[in-house]
Antibody, heavy 117, light 110 residues
Framework: DVQLVESGGGLVQPGGSLRLSCAAS????????MHWVRQAPGEGLVWVSR????????SYADSVKGRFTISRDNAKNTLYLEMNSLRAEDTAVYYC??????????WGQGTLVTVSS | QSALTQPASVSGSPGQSITISCTAT?????????VSWYQQYPGKAPKLIIY???KRPSGVSDRFSASKSGNTASLTISGLQSEDEGDYHC??????????FGTGTKVTVL
């Protein structure tokens, strides 16, 4: 079965950094694009970033460009999101999603990032 | 990358049909086939229910159908059931290698 398990969330001060991980299993990880999507408390979904299978291309939402970096380790079947210069408005549950059908045909359970002093 | 506009809430009685709209202010939807819809229960991860405008993944009920006309996509839930209560999100490729979600719609079964 396809499984995506996020980790690395937590409480961080404004201006701080955090690295999220998404461990994938049950499919050929290197064959799929992967996305990060976030959801602030009580709000809708917001696309954050995506990376292709061999990490040769990636893209970002304007709101995180220059602060967040998406990467992957296909040997470890793991997706990452490095988040720097964090702001209060980055507070959200962060989901990783497999880019099979639609933007994401399988999603992880999410990891909560709280940016607060 | 403005969010796509969805009604905040839609409600219906069991057995009825409801339709959720998803409208772009620009040509986000008009030029692309990559429109998808997601169902989300409180505290849970989203689940894909429609992709490529009107295709259902394996295992998704045929009570869910969708379409697109110009800058507006629509999701219809037929034969409304209590288990359909939750949040629904549309999503579209927005060009320049970016994606945009809708504002989300809360479906209530009366």
């Amino acid at each position: 079965d396809v499984q995506l398990v996020e980790s690395g969330g937590g409480l961080v001060q404004p201006g701080g950094s955090l690295r999220l991980s998404c461990a994938a299993s049950g499919f050929t990880f290197r064959s799929y694009w992967m996305h990060w999507v976030r959801q602030a408390p009580g709000e809708g979904l917001v696309w954050v970033s995506r990376v292709n299978g061999d990490e040769s291309s990636s893209s970002y939402a304007d709101s995180v460009k220059g602060r967040f970096t998406i990467s992957r380790d296909n040997a470890k079947n793991t997706l990452y999101l490095e988040m720097n210069s964090l702001r209060a408005e980055d507070t959200a549950v962060y989901y990783c999603a497999r880019g099979g059908l639609g933007l994401g045909d399988y999603w992880g359970q999410g990891t909560l990032v709280t940016v607060s002093s | 990358q403005s969010a796509l506009t969805q009604p905040a809430s839609v409600s219906g009685s069991p057995g009825q049909s409801i339709t959720i709209s998803c409208t772009a202010t620009s040509s986000d939807l008009a030029n692309y086939r990559l429109v998808s819809w997601y169902q989300q229960y409180p505290g849970k991860a989203p689940k894909l229910i429609i992709y490529d405008i009107n295709k259902r993944p394996s295992g998704v009920s045929d009570r869910f159908s969708a379409s697109k006309s110009g800058n507006t996509a629509s999701l219809t839930i037929s034969g409304l059931q209590s288990e359909d209560e939750g949040d629904y999100h549309c999503c579209s490729y927005a060009g320049r290698d970016t994606y945009v979600f809708g504002t989300g719609t809360k479906v209530t079964v009366l």
